[in-house]
Nanobody
């Protein structure tokens, strides 16, 4: 298992913005497809956005299109999730997940696949007035 650390969560009002960061401890994130997932209380886990190792391809969940973006800076071994126009229904624990299965693979697993198999500890995002 590889250690991923998320940061940047917190409490924000509806319509506000947050930027989450995912960094690696003891290894570099380049060549790993990375996904941001979230889980709200009583709801199933949802793959929100995913990005390939090169950063050239992303998957978007319909619920966040036009509001969230994902990016990566492999030189800093960091993946970002920029969240704008936050809504109360975005409230959840957000997890950064790496695909160990497809390390250095040209195949890019979609956000709804089980190949995202190395999870961070999560960061809470609460959208409330």
């Amino acid at each position: 298992q590889l250690q991923l650390v998320e940061s940047g969560g917190g409490l924000v009002q509806p319509g506000g913005s947050l930027r989450l960061s995912c960094t690696a401890s003891g290894f570099t994130l380049d060549s790993y497809a990375i996904g941001w997932f979230r889980q709200a209380p009583g709801k199933e886990r949802e793959g929100v956005l995913c990005i390939s190792g090169s950063g050239g391809i992303t998957n978007y969940a319909d619920s966040v299109k036009g509001r969230f973006t994902i990016s990566r800076d492999n030189a800093k071994s960091t993946v970002y999730l920029q969240m704008n126009g936050l809504k109360p229904e975005d409230t959840a624990v957000y997890y950064c997940v790496a695909s160990l299965t497809f390390y250095r693979s040209s195949f890019f697993p979609s956000c709804d696949s089980p190949e995202y198999d190395n999870w961070g500890q999560g960061t809470q995002v609460t959208v409330s007035s």
